[in-house]
């Protein structure tokens, strides 16, 4: 039995009303990195009643996702993430639009048209830069994971403007503030931090080689994080929270 629009978010309507419910069905957002960060922020959007959603991840569900991935199961493991994705955000609404990018993103792709948010869940520095700083150009809002992996409390993240950035010695956050003040960028990017000290039981890194669909070669060091099941996915909820609220407030 398929159940009516309003009965699916009826409880959301309870707090915020049947008008931003309305608003909301009418948002695209872009969701960049479908990992533990990523898959939490996009499910959360869909169950908010997003209507459009374009989803970017070029990867496969491995095993070593399990731990803290909502769609990693051992049925789904060798599958794309994107593909995967596209079916579970569906099954919640089905009267939801999905957009699947299933390509590794590179300061050449150019960013969804008609997007009012982009929700950053991205793990390659060179990547994420390079995506913060077009969304900066086109002065598209954003809000940016920095820093969930190599952590266990989830009450240590906030939500800020990246110039207040409480901890900035965790290298992985040190070395994105480093390249966006080198293009100018120094406030303006919201961001889900942590105040915890980040820790590693031990240091797991190996040559990664991507093709991506335009034929670009991308080479580089990836560095394997802890990953709890814990940090992640909140620190998905609260980009999703975030992103919501800004659309749902924005005309006030």
């Given at each position: 039995m398929k159940s009516s629009f309003n009965d699916i978010f009826s409880r959301n309507e309870l707090f915020w009303g049947k008008d931003k419910q309305k608003l909301l069905a009418g948002k695209h957002i872009a969701v960049y990195g479908l990992g533990g960060v990523g898959g939490f922020c996009v499910e959360a959007l869909a169950r908010a009643g997003v209507g459009e959603l374009t989803i970017i991840d070029f990867d496969k569900i491995s095993s070593t996702n399990i731990n803290r991935q909502t769609i990693a199961l051992h049925s789904t493991v060798g599958k794309n993430k994107a593909d995967v994705w596209r079916a579970r955000l569906s099954d919640i609404n089905p009267d939801i639009k999905i957009n699947v990018i299933d390509d590794f993103y590179t300061v050449d792709m150019k960013l969804?048209?008609?997007?009012?948010?982009?929700?950053?869940?991205?793990?390659?520095?060179?990547?994420?830069?390079?995506?913060?700083?077009?969304?900066?150009?086109?002065?598209?809002?954003?809000?940016?994971?920095?820093?969930?992996?190599?952590?266990?409390?989830?009450?240590?993240?906030?939500?800020?403007?990246?110039?207040?950035?409480?901890?900035?010695?965790?290298?992985?956050?040190?070395?994105?503030?480093?390249?966006?003040?080198?293009?100018?960028?120094?406030?303006?990017?919201?961001?889900?931090?942590?105040?915890?000290?980040?820790?590693?039981?031990?240091?797991?890194?190996?040559?990664?080689?991507?093709?991506?669909?335009?034929?670009?070669?991308?080479?580089?060091?990836?560095?394997?994080?802890?990953?709890?099941?814990?940090?992640?996915?909140?620190?998905?909820?609260?980009?999703?929270?975030?992103?919501?609220?800004?659309?749902?407030?924005?005309?006030?």
């Open positions: 969804p048209e008609n997007i009012d948010f982009v929700a950053d869940a991205i793990d390659t520095m060179r990547s994420k830069i390079a995506l913060l700083e077009a969304c900066i150009k086109h002065n598209i809002p954003v809000i940016s994971s920095m820093g969930a992996g190599n952590r266990l409390d989830p009450t240590q993240l906030y939500i800020c403007d990246i110039k207040d950035i409480k901890n900035k010695n965790a290298p992985f956050v040190s070395n994105i503030i480093y390249q966006l003040k080198k293009r100018g960028i120094e406030t303006g990017i919201t961001v889900v931090a942590s105040t915890e000290k980040p820790f590693c039981q031990e240091k797991i890194s190996c040559d990664e080689k991507i093709h991506t669909k335009s034929g670009e070669e991308i080479l580089f060091t990836k560095i394997t994080p802890a990953s709890t099941p814990f940090v992640a996915s909140c620190a998905g909820i609260f980009m999703a929270y975030y992103i919501v609220k800004e659309l749902i407030t924005e005309d006030e």
